[in-house]
């Protein structure tokens, strides 16, 4: 089976550290009032079995249906995000030159006007983004999809660029991987914003911490869990370097709500 993730071990043999950049397609939806169940059905039922095709054929790595719960309400921007998987940006493009034959082959008793109707009637579709990872750790005891992911928006100054991505790798890398050998989160992932980049953007990058499940999530750490982490004043030092660098934009949790994937994710690297 072709392998989802090139990796490596750390030091930490619980740990996984994912060496393959990946791209995402990432779409925001906002649905009507209580339309909640109307759009999830629709994703599943129409989009989750092409989605799997498009996996099968090796066309994409995976999709993820996620449920956004704040800000909710009618005023909210959006309330749900799927997300697509590529391992090569010349996947993007290759699904949608034949979608309608994959249409006819996933349903072949419905016709594609009907399927255009449940989709719009569902949803809006507010805004595309794509999006490159840079650097992940992951604990290798991973079986599936994190349940829960809490996603951080920074917006930071082009030329901070280096120096945010140097920040994270020298200053909090190592307090994700304390924190998920001790169990206390699943992962995390560094993502670059690519399409659209810029400094009109409100942010360029995204910070996505991983969690198994609400309980994990909502976990306490222990004051003395760095411990032997960073020396002295590192932790104060870490955070003068932080204010200096980005700007935090937004935090937001996402929920799983149901996903296709090449492979667990705990397998990865195995044929």
Known sequence: MKKLF?????CMSLLVVMGQSQIALVDYMKVPEGGNAAYEAMEK?????????????????????????????????????????????????????????????IHPNMDVAEMTEKTLSSRDLVKTYRASSW??????SLDGPSNLIQLVYFHVPMANWTAYQEMEEKYFLPTHMKEIETGYRYGWAG??????????HPYQFIAVDH????????????EDLYEGV??????????????????????????????????????????
């Open 45 to 105: 039922e129409l989009w989750k079995p092409m989605h799997q095709e498009l996996v099968d054929q090796g066309a994409c790595e995976g999709w993820f249906l996620y449920s956004i719960p704040y800000p909710g309400g009618t005023d909210a921007e959006y309330h749900y995000a799927t997300v697509r998987l590529y391992s090569d940006i010349s996947q993007i493009e290759s699904p949608l030159s034949n979608l309608e034959e994959l249409f006819m082959k």
């Open 6 to 10: 090139s990796t490596y071990l750390f």
């Open 230 to 271: 960073f020396a002295g004043d590192e932790l104060e030092k870490r955070n003068e370097i932080f204010y200096e660098t980005v700007k935090l934009v937004n935090l937001e949790e996402w929920h799983l709500i149901d996903y296709v994937m090449e492979m667990p994710l705990g397998s990865a690297g195995n044929e």
């Open 211 to 222: 969690y198994k499940d609400w309980d994990q999530y909502t976990k306490q750490i222990p």
């Open 135 to 140: 650097k992940s750790v992951m604990s290798e």
């Open 191 to 200: 993502w670059m914003m690519e399409r659209p980049m810029g400094m009109n």
